[in-house]
Protein backbone atom coordinates (compact mmCIF):
# COMPACT_ATOMS: atom_id res chain seq x y z
CA UNK A 1 0.00 0.00 0.00
CA UNK A 2 1.36 3.48 -0.98
CA UNK A 3 2.24 5.93 1.97
CA UNK A 4 3.87 8.62 2.99
CA UNK A 5 4.52 9.41 6.47
CA UNK A 6 5.72 12.84 7.97
CA UNK A 7 7.39 13.75 10.81
CA UNK A 8 7.35 15.37 13.22
CA UNK A 9 3.50 15.57 13.67
CA UNK A 10 4.04 18.94 15.25
CA UNK A 11 6.30 21.16 16.67
CA UNK A 12 6.90 24.43 18.40
CA UNK A 13 9.88 26.89 17.68
CA UNK A 14 10.76 30.53 18.63
CA UNK A 15 10.83 33.22 16.37
CA UNK A 16 14.50 33.17 14.43
CA UNK A 17 14.94 29.36 14.93
CA UNK A 18 15.45 26.99 11.68
CA UNK A 19 13.27 24.12 11.37
CA UNK A 20 13.29 21.07 9.41
CA UNK A 21 10.55 18.68 8.47
CA UNK A 22 10.80 15.45 7.37
CA UNK A 23 8.58 13.20 4.49
CA UNK A 24 9.36 9.75 3.50
CA UNK A 25 7.37 7.57 1.56
CA UNK A 26 6.70 3.86 -0.13
CA UNK A 27 4.83 4.63 -3.36
CA UNK A 28 5.33 2.43 -6.51
CA UNK A 29 5.59 4.52 -9.46
CA UNK A 30 6.85 7.65 -7.74
CA UNK A 31 6.48 10.84 -9.97
CA UNK A 32 7.16 13.75 -7.63
CA UNK A 33 7.18 14.96 -4.58
CA UNK A 34 4.78 18.23 -3.28
CA UNK A 35 4.83 20.15 -0.37
CA UNK A 36 2.08 22.78 0.34
CA UNK A 37 1.34 24.90 3.57
CA UNK A 38 -2.07 25.35 4.78
CA UNK A 39 -2.94 27.78 7.23
CA UNK A 40 -6.92 28.27 7.46
CA UNK A 41 -7.87 26.98 4.43
CA UNK A 42 -6.96 26.27 0.96
CA UNK A 43 -3.54 24.92 0.89
CA UNK A 44 -0.79 27.26 -1.11
CA UNK A 45 1.99 25.44 -3.28
CA UNK A 46 5.24 26.06 -1.76
CA UNK A 47 7.36 22.89 -4.41
CA UNK A 48 7.34 20.32 -6.67
CA UNK A 49 10.67 17.84 -6.61
CA UNK A 50 11.14 15.29 -8.92
CA UNK A 51 14.80 14.54 -9.24
CA UNK A 52 17.00 13.32 -6.71
CA UNK A 53 19.84 16.02 -4.95
CA UNK A 54 18.28 19.34 -6.35
CA UNK A 55 17.43 22.27 -4.10
CA UNK A 56 14.52 24.24 -4.65
CA UNK A 57 14.61 27.31 -2.37
CA UNK A 58 12.48 29.82 -2.23
CA UNK A 59 13.50 33.07 0.10
CA UNK A 60 13.64 31.28 3.55
CA UNK A 61 12.36 28.40 2.34
CA UNK A 62 14.38 25.04 1.00
CA UNK A 63 13.36 21.43 -0.06
CA UNK A 64 15.81 18.45 -1.48
CA UNK A 65 14.64 15.16 -2.43
CA UNK A 66 16.26 11.90 -1.93
CA UNK A 67 15.35 8.88 -4.11
CA UNK A 68 17.64 6.81 -3.51
CA UNK A 69 16.51 7.02 0.67
CA UNK A 70 12.95 7.67 -0.54
CA UNK A 71 12.36 10.93 1.28
CA UNK A 72 12.46 14.41 1.32
CA UNK A 73 13.09 17.54 3.91
CA UNK A 74 11.80 21.02 4.05
CA UNK A 75 13.77 23.77 5.64
CA UNK A 76 12.75 26.81 7.03
CA UNK A 77 15.45 29.44 8.19
CA UNK A 78 14.65 32.79 10.56
CA UNK A 79 11.22 31.36 11.00
CA UNK A 80 8.39 34.14 11.65
CA UNK A 81 4.70 34.07 13.13
CA UNK A 82 3.81 34.26 9.88
CA UNK A 83 5.27 30.77 9.33
CA UNK A 84 2.79 28.95 11.34
CA UNK A 85 0.78 26.62 9.61
CA UNK A 86 0.16 22.85 8.89
CA UNK A 87 2.92 21.45 6.26
CA UNK A 88 1.70 19.09 4.05
CA UNK A 89 3.81 16.58 1.94
CA UNK A 90 1.68 14.64 -1.60
CA UNK A 91 3.15 11.97 -3.47
CA UNK A 92 1.98 11.74 -6.88
CA UNK A 93 2.18 8.62 -8.77
CA UNK A 94 2.78 7.55 -12.44
CA UNK A 95 -0.48 5.55 -13.76
CA UNK A 96 -2.89 6.96 -10.95
CA UNK A 97 -4.31 9.91 -13.02
CA UNK A 98 -3.13 12.90 -10.85
CA UNK A 99 -4.12 11.08 -7.36
CA UNK A 100 -1.73 12.76 -4.90
CA UNK A 101 -0.86 10.79 -1.75
CA UNK A 102 -1.07 12.78 1.58
CA UNK A 103 1.07 12.65 4.72
CA UNK A 104 -0.94 13.44 7.35
CA UNK A 105 1.03 16.84 8.11
CA UNK A 106 3.22 18.32 10.51
CA UNK A 107 1.46 21.34 12.61
CA UNK A 108 4.60 24.29 13.26
CA UNK A 109 3.85 26.98 15.89
CA UNK A 110 6.03 29.59 15.75
CA UNK A 111 6.62 31.60 18.75
CA UNK A 112 7.58 35.08 19.11
CA UNK B 1 -2.21 33.66 -12.20
CA UNK B 2 -2.58 30.60 -9.95
CA UNK B 3 -5.82 30.99 -8.54
CA UNK B 4 -8.76 28.68 -8.24
CA UNK B 5 -12.12 30.30 -6.71
CA UNK B 6 -14.93 28.43 -4.84
CA UNK B 7 -18.02 29.62 -3.51
CA UNK B 8 -19.65 29.88 -0.79
CA UNK B 9 -16.83 30.14 1.32
CA UNK B 10 -19.47 28.87 4.18
CA UNK B 11 -22.12 26.60 3.97
CA UNK B 12 -25.24 25.46 6.48
CA UNK B 13 -27.69 22.37 5.30
CA UNK B 14 -29.64 20.01 6.70
CA UNK B 15 -30.08 16.40 5.70
CA UNK B 16 -33.26 16.77 3.56
CA UNK B 17 -31.71 19.88 1.72
CA UNK B 18 -29.96 19.96 -1.93
CA UNK B 19 -27.42 22.41 -2.08
CA UNK B 20 -24.34 23.13 -4.79
CA UNK B 21 -20.73 23.86 -4.59
CA UNK B 22 -18.92 25.73 -7.42
CA UNK B 23 -15.24 25.74 -7.95
CA UNK B 24 -13.59 28.23 -11.02
CA UNK B 25 -10.33 28.26 -12.91
CA UNK B 26 -8.70 30.31 -15.22
CA UNK B 27 -5.32 28.85 -15.63
CA UNK B 28 -6.31 26.76 -18.76
CA UNK B 29 -5.96 23.99 -16.50
CA UNK B 30 -7.58 20.31 -18.22
CA UNK B 31 -7.87 18.70 -15.12
CA UNK B 32 -10.17 19.21 -12.11
CA UNK B 33 -10.19 17.81 -8.49
CA UNK B 34 -12.81 17.72 -5.25
CA UNK B 35 -11.38 16.55 -1.95
CA UNK B 36 -12.90 16.31 1.29
CA UNK B 37 -10.89 17.37 4.36
CA UNK B 38 -11.71 16.92 8.46
CA UNK B 39 -10.11 18.79 10.80
CA UNK B 40 -6.38 18.21 11.68
CA UNK B 41 -6.57 15.46 8.66
CA UNK B 42 -5.20 15.57 5.18
CA UNK B 43 -7.23 15.82 2.10
CA UNK B 44 -9.14 13.44 0.72
CA UNK B 45 -9.40 12.87 -3.15
CA UNK B 46 -13.24 12.44 -3.72
CA UNK B 47 -13.04 13.01 -7.72
CA UNK B 48 -11.01 13.70 -11.00
CA UNK B 49 -12.24 15.25 -14.02
CA UNK B 50 -10.04 15.39 -16.61
CA UNK B 51 -11.18 17.37 -20.43
CA UNK B 52 -14.33 17.64 -18.78
CA UNK B 53 -14.87 14.16 -18.39
CA UNK B 54 -14.83 12.07 -14.63
CA UNK B 55 -11.71 10.36 -14.66
CA UNK B 56 -11.78 9.41 -11.17
CA UNK B 57 -14.52 8.43 -8.25
CA UNK B 58 -13.27 7.29 -5.28
CA UNK B 59 -16.07 5.28 -4.08
CA UNK B 60 -17.77 8.62 -3.24
CA UNK B 61 -21.59 7.72 -2.17
CA UNK B 62 -24.12 9.19 -4.61
CA UNK B 63 -25.46 11.91 -2.05
CA UNK B 64 -22.32 13.58 -4.03
CA UNK B 65 -22.49 14.55 -7.54
CA UNK B 66 -19.92 15.92 -9.58
CA UNK B 67 -20.49 18.03 -12.51
CA UNK B 68 -18.54 19.79 -15.08
CA UNK B 69 -19.64 21.55 -17.34
CA UNK B 70 -17.18 23.58 -19.22
CA UNK B 71 -12.96 23.43 -18.89
CA UNK B 72 -12.96 25.89 -16.16
CA UNK B 73 -15.89 25.14 -14.20
CA UNK B 74 -16.47 22.31 -11.63
CA UNK B 75 -19.58 22.15 -9.37
CA UNK B 76 -20.35 19.31 -6.40
CA UNK B 77 -23.97 18.77 -5.57
CA UNK B 78 -24.63 17.83 -2.62
CA UNK B 79 -28.75 16.10 -1.55
CA UNK B 80 -29.29 14.04 1.66
CA UNK B 81 -26.38 14.53 3.17
CA UNK B 82 -25.28 12.99 6.88
CA UNK B 83 -23.94 15.05 9.58
CA UNK B 84 -20.72 13.25 9.20
CA UNK B 85 -20.08 14.75 5.99
CA UNK B 86 -19.39 18.34 7.32
CA UNK B 87 -15.89 19.12 6.57
CA UNK B 88 -14.26 21.82 4.04
CA UNK B 89 -14.51 20.63 0.43
CA UNK B 90 -11.18 21.73 -1.40
CA UNK B 91 -11.40 22.01 -5.09
CA UNK B 92 -8.02 21.65 -7.01
CA UNK B 93 -6.86 22.16 -10.98
CA UNK B 94 -4.12 21.38 -12.65
CA UNK B 95 -2.23 21.37 -16.27
CA UNK B 96 -3.17 18.12 -16.90
CA UNK B 97 -3.97 14.82 -14.68
CA UNK B 98 -1.37 12.31 -16.68
CA UNK B 99 1.35 14.60 -17.79
CA UNK B 100 4.48 15.65 -15.44
CA UNK B 101 2.79 19.33 -14.72
CA UNK B 102 -0.02 17.71 -12.29
CA UNK B 103 1.47 20.38 -9.49
CA UNK B 104 -2.41 20.75 -8.14
CA UNK B 105 -3.56 24.25 -7.21
CA UNK B 106 -6.15 24.67 -4.31
CA UNK B 107 -9.34 26.74 -4.35
CA UNK B 108 -9.81 28.60 -0.80
CA UNK B 109 -12.41 25.85 0.41
CA UNK B 110 -15.95 25.89 0.97
CA UNK B 111 -16.70 24.75 5.37
CA UNK B 112 -19.80 22.83 5.20
CA UNK B 113 -21.84 21.81 8.07
CA UNK B 114 -24.82 19.40 8.10
CA UNK B 115 -27.28 19.22 10.96
Known amino acids: EDKVVQSPLSLVVHEGDTVTLNCSYE??????LLWYKQEKKAPTFLFMLTSSGIEKKSGRLSSILDKKELFSILNITATQTGDSAIYLCAVGIYNQGGKLIFGQGTELSVKP | DTEVTQTPKHLVMGMTNKKSLKCEQHMGHRAMYWYKQKAKKPPELMFV???????INESVPSRFSPECPNSSLLNLHLHALQPEDSALYLC??????????????FGPGTRLLVL
Open chain 2, 92 to 105: ASSQDQWGNQETQY
Open chain 2, 49 to 55: YSYEKLS
Open chain 1, 27 to 32: VTNFRS
